[in-house]
């Protein structure tokens, strides 16, 4: 099992659980072992969070000592590094970020020099190496790296983004959410010079406010705005810009389900759904489900975690798939995540049918859902007891065609997660505790 690194790279406190001394070996070890016959080329992104400029010069100075050459993106999102190192040609590549959690955490995001993420192998000995249970060398004399400043790949990335749109979006009004985060390097810009009129918040990073009270977590401000303004559409992003919440004209969440119900009716209609497939996860609301029922579409369903979505996607080569909280790939464009990107192909579908997103989404009920987590002593010998399998089953009975129950372990903490969809919140509630109270008298 994994020590430092999970689903979406090591994550922690800054200065706590993810340390500085982690950041040089990570960059040291990611140094060696892609320039064992010349200098690796590594590309090191960050979001705006106080802590990533230490990490982003730890990371560059331990890659460098192992004979990196390290190009400097500065403040991007973390979909523009993935792009990049296919684009131009890197060994690997790096983003600083712990997207959606508050300031005083960061992470450290690893991907290969196909854009994807890092082999779960090498993360294995990269932590070898942060316990100390290997060595490597260090460059000496003239194999020793240098760290480069590269501010124009967010132009690349920029211009590569536009170059996809069939159409521009000339007469279309948009607020965005910025998040303070990684999306202020970019979003407003290039969707301005689409042709769209963009009115911005959240836009002013300072290091503490990244995702505080804004983006797409907390995007109440972003629903206000649409309710009481003249916007065609309104888009949230989280702090390092990989996922997308939208809002339609009158303040309502597009969720992640709602954008692959109307990206993936789109692409059905017009015989670009390879497979007439989309990929879900576990956590996508059962409404999605019955809709893509109704409009002859098929599904995948994987555990939680983009990374799960994207290895699904590759292995059949399916073209869209993505998670409720927002992240999207478009397989054609993209091996992660890009909440611009998914922006862009809102507005596309928007301006090639001549429907809202209010009207686009009509045909999708997205059922209530309740999700209550309970710490218990040992999630997964929890999840084994008979008689916690029995209540969850008559919970099951009894919601039939008209509901689900998903029972599972939090990834991170020893906490048990109980989600009930159903038609209405009173019956989502009644079936939650039902299993929450059987779990407490337990005392598992």
Not at 121 to 150: C, F, H, L, R, S
């Amino acid at each position: 099992m994994a020590k430092y690194f999970g689903t979406d790279g090591a994550r922690g406190r800054a200065n706590d659980t993810l340390t500085l001394d982690m950041a040089v070996k990570i960059g040291q070890y990611v140094g060696w072992y892609y320039g064992k016959e010349r200098h690796a080329k590594i590309l090191i992104g960050k979001d705006t969070r106080l802590s990533s400029d230490m990490f982003e010069m730890a990371l560059a100075a331990g890659a460098s000592a192992a004979g990196a050459k390290v190009y400097l993106l500065g403040v991007c999102p973390t979909p523009s590094v993935s792009f990049l190192i296919q684009k131009e040609g890197f060994d690997c590549g790096i983003m600083v970020s712990a997207s959606h959690n508050p300031f005083y955490d960061n992470g450290i995001k690893l991907f290969n020099g196909s854009g994807m993420k890092m082999n779960p192998e090498v993360e294995a000995q990269i932590e070898a190496y942060i316990d100390k249970e290997t060595t490597i060398p260090m460059a000496i004399n003239e194999a020793i790296g240098n760290v480069i400043e590269w501010s124009e790949g967010l132009e690349i990335y920029e211009s590569w983004l536009k170059s996809l749109m069939s159409c521009d979006f000339n007469g279309m009004k948009i607020a965005l959410d910025l998040a303070n985060g990684s999306a202020t390097s970019c979003a407003a810009a290039v969707l301005s010079e689409l042709g769209a009129t963009v009115e911005v918040i959240h836009t002013s990073p300072n290091g503490i406010n990244i995702n505080t009270k804004c983006g797409s977590t907390h995007p109440e401000e972003l629903q206000e705005m649409m309710k009481n303004g003249d916007f065609d559409a309104g888009f949230a992003f989280d702090g390092d810009a990989d996922r997308l919440i939208a809002v339609d004209e009158t303040g309502n969440l597009i969720t992640g389900d709602h954008t692959m119900y109307i990206c993936g009716c789109y692409m059905h209609d017009h015989n670009c759904l390879n497979e007439n497939k989309v990929v879900t996860t576990v956590m996508s609301n059962l409404g999605l489900y019955r809709a893509f029922d109704r409009r002859g579409i098929a599904y995948e369903q994987t555990q939680v975690g983009d990374k799960y979505v994207f290895e699904c996607m590759n292995e059949y080569n399916y073209s869209i798939g993505g998670e409720q909280s927002g992240h999207i790939i478009f397989k054609k464009h993209a091996n992660t995540g890009d909440g611009l990107l998914t922006a862009m192909k809102l507005l596309e579908v928007m301006k090639h049918t001549k429907q809202s997103l209010k009207e686009l989404s009509e045909d999708l009920f997205i059922y209530p859902q309740l999700l209550v987590n309970i710490e218990v002593k040992d999630k997964h010998q929890a999840l084994q007891d008979q008689g916690l399998l029995q209540e969850v089953q008559k919970v099951a009975d009894s919601l039939g065609q008209d509901g689900r129950i998903l029972v599972r372990p939090s990834g991170t903490e020893p906490l048990v997660r109980v989600m009930v969809e159903a038609k209405t919140d009173e019956l989502c509630h009644q079936y939650v505790y039902q299993v929450i109270d059987y779990i407490k008298e337990k005392g598992l």
